[in-house]
């Protein structure tokens, strides 16, 4: 009876055993099989992207200097001050200068009236002359003095040119209107001729200092549209190329460009002269493999995008992405045209799963 009753009890739970591993196997098929959507991988057509990067710098910018040896008496500006036209910025002493300059006028004075004097001989000869009331000789006489004293009183007064042109080195004044960028000496110091004193730029008009390689210099003209991509911008801001340097002798085999900005008004007050400048350069076409970048997915530093593999399954495949090209990205490797990219599916997505394309 016991060995009856044992049987039984293995026989309910075979039977359990098995509807349960029957509902099992059920829902693992169904887990299994997806509903998707999918498409194939085809070569796009798009422009030619060659980046470059560079600096932002004023258009009219200039570091102040002297031509005089003084010490200097007072800077009376600072970094970020906006200075006029013609406003003074620096003085340096120019004691000698002045009496230098007294001199040159007293010379001036005595040479004028040497000169008046001499006019007067030389007219009044020529009168004499004129009547036969002189000789000739009295004539070249005179005129030769009357020539002498014009060439000492023009003397003089370019003397006093080049003393007035030593005291405006002795007073630097704002070439044009500005803000100080930097400022390199104090009141007190020691200027000599061609020591930079301060320097000065002239806001609004920025433009970017770009390298650009020796293998795309063949690739970029003159007038050239490009985008420059700044960290204070949340737009790029619009720029064209306007020189390029005919030779890298001096720049490492890169050749240097200068790129004038076309900011918007809101654009205009974040620019900065010194900041770092991504420059985008669109020009020609060539085809490219992309993808939305919503199909792509991310595990740590790796990135996949689902793709639908030849037995019809799911299947993870690992890509190099390249450059971005408004809402899509550059495949470089792990995808080839014609494979087929799962776009949406009804459910998780795992490696193995099975599909049922819509």
Not at 49 to 61: I, R
Request: net charge neutral; aromatic share 6%.
């Amino acid at each position: 009876m016991k060995s009856i009753n044992l049987f039984i009890s293995l026989m309910v739970v075979a039977v359990l055993a098995q509807a349960c591993g029957s509902n099992a196997s059920e829902k693992v098929k169904e887990v299994k099989t997806l509903n998707a959507k999918a498409e194939l991988l085809t070569s796009t057509i798009v422009p030619k992207k060659f980046h470059y990067t560079g600096t932002v710098s004023s258009v009219n910018q200039s570091t102040l200097s002297t031509r005089i040896m003084g010490q200097i008496s007072k800077v009376l500006v600072h970094e970020g001050d906006e200075v006029k036209r013609g406003q003074l910025l620096v003085s340096i002493r120019s004691n000698d200068i002045q009496a230098k300059q007294k001199q040159v006028e007293a010379n001036i004075i005595q040479a004028k009236a040497a000169f008046k004097h001499a006019k007067d001989d030389y007219n009044r000869i020529q009168t004499l002359r004129s009547s036969n009331s002189a000789s000739q000789k009295e004539l070249d006489d005179i005129t030769v003095h009357y020539e002498m004293t014009k060439a000492q009183l023009d003397a003089a007064e370019k003397a006093k040119e080049e003393v007035l042109e030593m005291l405006s080195y002795a007073n630097i004044r704002a070439p044009y209107s500005g803000v100080i960028t930097q400022r390199f000496v104090d009141g007190g110091d020691m200027a000599n001729p061609g020591m930079p004193l301060l320097a000065i730029e002239a806001p609004g008009l920025f433009e970017v200092n770009a390298k650009i390689p020796e293998s795309e210099i063949y690739k970029v003209e003159k007038g050239d549209e490009v985008e420059v991509i700044l960290d204070a911008c949340q737009k790029p801001v619009k720029g064209v190329i306007a020189r390029i340097s005919p030779s890298s002798r001096f720049s490492g085999s890169q050749f240097d460009a200068r790129i004038n900005l076309l900011p918007s008004r809101e654009q205009r007050s974040a620019i900065r002269s010194g900041v770092f400048a991504h420059v985008k350069h669109l020009k020609g076409e060539e085809s490219k493999l992309l993808v939305s970048e919503d199909m792509i997915v991310e595990r740590g530093q790796l990135k996949g995008i689902w793709t639908v593999s030849q037995a019809g399954d799911a299947l993870l495949r690992w890509v190099r992405l390249g450059k971005t090209y408004g809402d899509k990205v550059e495949v470089l490797s792990g995808l080839s045209e014609g494979n087929q990219l799962i776009t949406s599916a009804q459910g998780r997505l795992f490696d193995g799963a099975q599909l049922e394309l819509n």
